[in-house]
C-alpha cells in the first residue's frame, strides 16, 4: 500500500492564480480530510468528507473548494491564491470512525503552497 | 467548544534525559485523545492514543495517561534519544459520528547528543 499520496510537494502560485492540490489514498478509507499547517497554529481543519459525494466544511474552509467523486480521491482547490494560503497542506484518511473513537488518522508527507 | 492546550516550546533536552509534554483539553464529553508526532519534512503519524478515562497509551517508550479529573493527556519519556527530535501534537476527538481531530498547536523537541 501506498498510503495517503499528495501532490505535488511543493508549488509557488502569484496572488490570484488557481491550483489543485492532489490527495489519494489505497486503504479504502471512508473518511478524508485536509488540515493547514501554520507556525504556531497546530493543524486547522479545511475540509472533510465521510464518503464519496459526502463533504463538509471544516473550520478555516473559506478560499477551498473540495469534491469526493471517488472513495480514493479528495481534491483541494484554491480558486483564487491569496497570501495567506501560504502553508503547508497535509490530507489524511481514516476508516469511519462512527461509534469506535480509537480510529488512527493516517496523513500524507504534505504540499508546501508558497503565495506571492 | 472543544480544545486542547499544549505546553509552548521549544523544549531542548539532551540525550537521556526525562521528557514531559502537558496536554490539557476542553471538551463537553468524552472525547478519545491522541497523541501525534511529525518528523522533520514528514506528514504526522500517530504515536500513541488512550479512550477513555485512566486508559495509559504507549508506544516507543513513550506513555501518556487519560486523566479525566485533570482533563489532561501528559506525554512522557523516561530517556530520550536524538531521534525523538520532532513535532509532537496533543489532539482529541469524539465518537458518535465526529471524526473531526481537535489538535493542539504543537511542541517542537530538539534532543542533544
Known amino acids: 500500500n501506498a498510503g495517503v499520496t499528495q501532490t505535488p510537494k511543493f508549488q509557488v502560485l502569484k496572488t490570484g492564480q488557481s491550483m489543485t492540490l492532489q490527495c489519494a489514498q489505497d486503504?479504502?478509507?471512508?473518511?478524508m480530510s485536509w488540515y493547514r499547517q501554520d507556525p504556531g497554529m497546530g493543524l486547522r481543519l479545511i475540509h472533510y468528507s465521510v464518503g464519496a459525494g459526502i463533504t463538509d466544511q471544516g473550520e478555516v474552509p473559506n478560499g477551498y473548494n473540495v469534491s469526493r467523486s471517488t472513495t480514493e480521491d479528495f481534491p483541494l482547490r484554491l480558486l483564487s491564491a491569496a497570501p495567506s494560503q501560504t502553508s503547508v497542506y497535509f490530507c489524511a484518511s481514516s476508516s469511519f470512525g462512527r461509534g469506535d473513537p480509537s480510529y488512527e488518522q493516517y496523513f500524507g508527507p504534505g504540499t508546501r503552497l508558497t503565495v506571492t | 467548544g472543544n480544545s486542547v492546550t499544549q505546553m509552548e516550546g521549544p523544549v531542548t533536552l539532551s540525550e537521556e534525559a526525562f521528557l514531559t509534554i502537558n496536554c490539557t483539553y476542553t471538551a463537553t464529553g468524552y472525547p478519545s485523545l491522541f497523541w501525534y508526532v511529525q518528523y522533520p519534512g514528514e506528514g504526522l503519524q500517530l504515536l500513541l492514543k488512550a479512550t477513555k478515562a485512566d486508559d495509559k497509551g504507549s508506544n516507543k517508550g513513550f506513555e501518556a495517561t487519560y486523566r479525566k479529573e485533570t482533563t489532561s493527556f501528559h506525554l512522557e519519556k523516561g530517556s530520550v534519544q536524538v531521534s525523538d527530535s520532532a513535532v509532537y501534537f496533543c489532539a482529541l476527538t469524539f465518537q458518535g459520528g465526529s471524526e473531526k481531530l481537535v489538535f493542539g498547536k504543537g511542541t517542537k523537541l530538539t534532543v542533544n547528543p
Open positions: 486503504m479504502n478509507h471512508e473518511y
